[in-house]
Nanobody, 120 residues
Framework: QVHLVESGGGLVQPGGSLLLSCTAS????????MGWHRQAPGKQRELVAD???????NYADSVKGRFTISRDRAKNTVYLQMNSLKPEDTAVYYC??????????????WGQGTQVTVSS
């Protein structure tokens, strides 16, 4: 069906920046929405940002003004530019794609997760 490959996580100091990327491949008929979620230890997974096929974007209040989501349609890739990172941004970040893999069938697909650690 649809396979997601994430990259760009790592260790960064507070105030630093990271760029996450996620590329979708496989039996993609059309992509409805691409986004990022995160899960910190002991907490539930939460939405960070997403963007739909019309180009609209949605952000969690905690990241507004610091994170920017963008999409390269030709490459089926979504990016998350994270600036002014804080220790509370430390989490495993998961790429999420809602896509049709046939004319009538769609599903929710998840990446394997990439660790982001913000620490001095």
């Amino acid at each position: 069906q649809v396979h997601l490959v994430e990259s760009g996580g790592g260790l960064v100091q507070p105030g630093g920046s990271l760029l996450l990327s996620c590329t979708a491949s496989g039996s993609i008929f059309s992509i409805v929405q691409m986004g990022w979620h995160r899960q910190a230890p002991g907490k539930q997974r939460e939405l960070v940002a997403d963007t739909n096929s019309g180009g609209a974007t949605n952000y969690a209040d905690s990241v507004k003004g610091r994170f920017t989501i963008s999409r390269d349609r030709a490459k089926n890739t979504v990016y998350l530019q994270m600036n002014s990172l804080k220790p509370e941004d430390t989490a495993v970040y998961y790429c999420n794609v809602k896509a049709y893999y046939s004319v009538i069938s769609w599903d929710d697909f998840w990446g394997q997760g990439t660790q982001v650690t913000v620490s001095s």
